[in-house]
């Protein structure tokens, strides 16, 4: 099984039998032997924290109220109902495709993942 397909697969599982509160990226981190190993297999953790995206690749730093044109209440209800003042996505990128929980096949860019097509849409911002 190539690294992809594997990185699929382990998302998938991880999805299906995550316990409750557990994050799904770190779930798969350790799955595939924590951190240091993912990194030698080539998979990079990317992170949303607050209004910042660091992708890891292109570009290196996005704010994403200026990429969506948002304001940061109607970004914060985005990404988590407006539940926590500090709102996070993290998802891993192999091989410049990026995944999640939503798109364990990953996608070329990290603003078409599902939570990314989400701001984008509430915007009409549409992808860039």
Known sequence: MNEAALLTA????VVADRPEGVRVIDAVIERLG???????????LAEAVG????PGFDPPLVRLCDYFRLDPAAQL??????RHVRAA??????AGRHYDAECPEGV??????????RLAETSGRGSP
């Open 10 to 13: 382990t998302i998938r599982q």
């Open 34 to 44: 924590g951190a240091e190993a993912a990194r030698a297999g080539g998979i990079a």
């Open 51 to 54: 209004f910042v995206v660091n």
């Open 77 to 82: 209800a985005l990404f988590d109902g407006g």
């Open 89 to 94: 996505h993290r998802w891993l990128v192999l």
């Open 108 to 117: 070329d860019h990290w603003h078409q993942l599902p939570l990314f097509r």
